[in-house]
């Protein structure tokens, strides 16, 4: 397919290109470009955008999609064991949907690509995975990327959870202890493992590290091969998940952060990652009592990456433009909104080789709307994830 008159924002060193083309082949970017460097005829089949706005497909990198599925309650509700406050070992791709309808209005929606995973129940709950929204129904041929992350949850989460069951954690306290607990069990497992190696060598097993399944899911997390995702909404639990993982020497990014703008330079300082959201949503906990719109705009004007979320399905997940359009409304740079939702949700998640911006050999995950991104009345003309076009109606 070729797309051609389009506006594109390729989120690129390209920038914006006013009057451009993009060559889709086999699924991927084959070419990009201005019109007047366009050496191919268009034809049957190739779309003229006619002037509207080309985007990279919208990235999420925090929901649950297909964890809480669309509308029959407890029995699609696969997103927190509360049966354990450490559960590493959890997997998303044996829990996630991909038929779930919400995944559709995703697609249709341009957000073409999302990270996914368990609640935030427990203090350790599971992985995370980047996954596309349209394609087989068989969701291993939907990911970009399993696992993408370990979840942590600190604040009021863990300790209503547990509180209701008269478990443990109760306090803010032990939801940390129990995190510590669980990364020193793992570090001194690889130790293990490896000083048996070492010493033993590995014909003689006898001696070897009984297997340990939650031990065995963070070794990615503490060889620094994939990130921490710290669920936190006040600025002292933001600081408790920059103390762990810190002296854990983790990779890492702070989730919702709802109170990162009101310690933003600190968090610049730092030189960590937020992902913001859900944007449009009431104060429905105490944690939530300092949220603002402004938020965004805050951390990004101190000079913080930021990603913008929906929480899926605390919003829902076509409304992510709109989210980044309510950030726009609250003072953040209108460019800066754009890559909050594309190229940065990329990067944070670590598949920005695949998809976020608008260059040859990506993904050909792309949006031609009738207006701008952010704007409620805008509609998608043509969504495409890998190449094929997805069916709007």
Known sequence: MLIYNAKIYTMSKLGVIENGFVEVKDGKIAAVGEMSDLRLTPS???FNADGANLYPGFIDCHTHLGMWENGIGFEGADGNEITDPSTPHLRTIDGANPNDYCFTEAARAGVTSVLTGVGSANPVGGDFIALKTYGSPRIDKRVLLSPAAIKFALGENPKRCYN????TPTT???????IREQLYKAKRYIDDIANYKASAGTDDESSMPDY???CEALIPLLKNKIKAHFHCHRADDIFTAVRIAEEFSLDYVIVHATEGGLVAEELKEIGCSCIVGPVICDRSKPELSRQSVENAAR???????VAICTDHPENPIQYLPLGAGVCIKGGLDKNAALAAI???PAEIAGIDDRVGSIETGKDADLSVTDGEFYDVLSRPKLVLVDGKAVTLV
């Open 44 to 46: 049957e089949g190739d």
């Open 172 to 178: 803010r306290l032990a939801t940390a202890a129990i």
């Open 342 to 344: 594309t190229i940065n």
């Open 299 to 305: 951390l990004y004007k101190a000079g913080v990456k």
């Open 212 to 214: 340990d399944a939650k």
């Open 164 to 167: 209701d069951r008269d478990e």
